[in-house]
Antibody, heavy 124, light 107 residues
Framework: EVQLVESGGGLVQPGGSLRLYCAAS????????MDWVRQAPGKGLEWVGR??????????EYAASVKGRFTISRDDSKNSLYLQMSSLKTEDTAVYYC???????????????WGQGTLVTVSS | DIQMTQSPSTLSASVGDRVSITCRAS??????LAWYQQKPGKAPKLLIY???SLESGVPSRFSGSGSGTEFTLTISSLQPDDFATYYC?????????FGQGTKLEIK
């Protein structure tokens, strides 16, 4: 059974940093691209970014709203995905979900499994 | 960036009704569109991929159609479990944007 479990959320002050974690199990983590998606309280879904797999040199993509402030990384030996967030703003307050990309091939890179999310609150 | 616009934002319907939700893209995305269902406090769940392909385990009352810039999610006969919020997402080009969501409410 595919499982994705996020952790690391909490309260942080504006301008601060936080690192989120996503523990994966039930599938060959190293084969898959992985995404982060967030949802502000009472709002819709916002795609944050993606990390590709080793075969694609772990390259990344980011939404403009987080580019230069957030960094996605992974440790395939630990089946773990990370989201390093810095220079946090109040508008970064959201539930952050990690999600598995179905397949790396164009047209098949939709999100087929999601974690339960972890809440990040940016407030003074 | 490609903008995704869903309509309506809210839809009131009854059990047994046939309902449709529209998603429009600001430019052509071929058929690289997914639909997700989200219930309060829960993670989104994949329903449809490649505009019209039904994800394994999803009831056949859900169907998707469209290509290019206009897409539709249809539920043929609403069940109590279907009252939720639905999102479309394009995965044609980065950033992979979502529609703003359609909340399906019980009439």
């Amino acid at each position: 059974e595919v499982q994705l479990v996020e952790s690391g959320g909490g309260l942080v002050q504006p301008g601060g940093s936080l690192r989120l974690y996503c523990a994966a199990s039930g599938f060959t983590f190293s084969d898959h691209y992985m995404d982060w998606v967030r949802q502000a309280p009472g709002k819709g879904l916002e795609w944050v970014g993606r990390t590709r797999n080793k075969a694609n040199r772990y390259t990344t993509e980011y939404a403009a709203s987080v580019k230069g402030r957030f960094t996605i990384s992974r440790d395939d030996s630990k089946n773990s995905l990370y989201l390093q967030m810095s220079s946090l703003k109040t508008e970064d307050t959201a539930v952050y979900y990690c999600a598995r990309v179905h397949q790396q091939y164009s047209g098949y890179d939709y999100l087929d499994y999601w974690g339960q999310g972890t809440l990040v609150t940016v407030s003074s | 960036d490609i903008q995704m616009t869903q309509s309506p934002s809210t839809l009131s319907a009854s059990v047994g009704d046939r309902v449709s939700i529209t998603c429009r893209a600001s430019q052509s995305i071929s058929n690289w569109l997914a639909w997700y269902q989200q219930k309060p406090g829960k993670a989104p769940k994949l329903l449809i991929y490649k505009a019209s392909s039904l994800e394994s385990g999803v009831p056949s009352r859900f169907s998707g159609s469209g290509s290019g810039t206009e897409f539709t999610l249809t539920i043929s006969s609403l069940q109590p479990d279907d009252f939720a919020t639905y999102y479309c997402q394009q995965y044609n080009s980065y950033p992979y944007t979502f529609g703003q969501g359609t909340k399906l409410e019980i009439k």
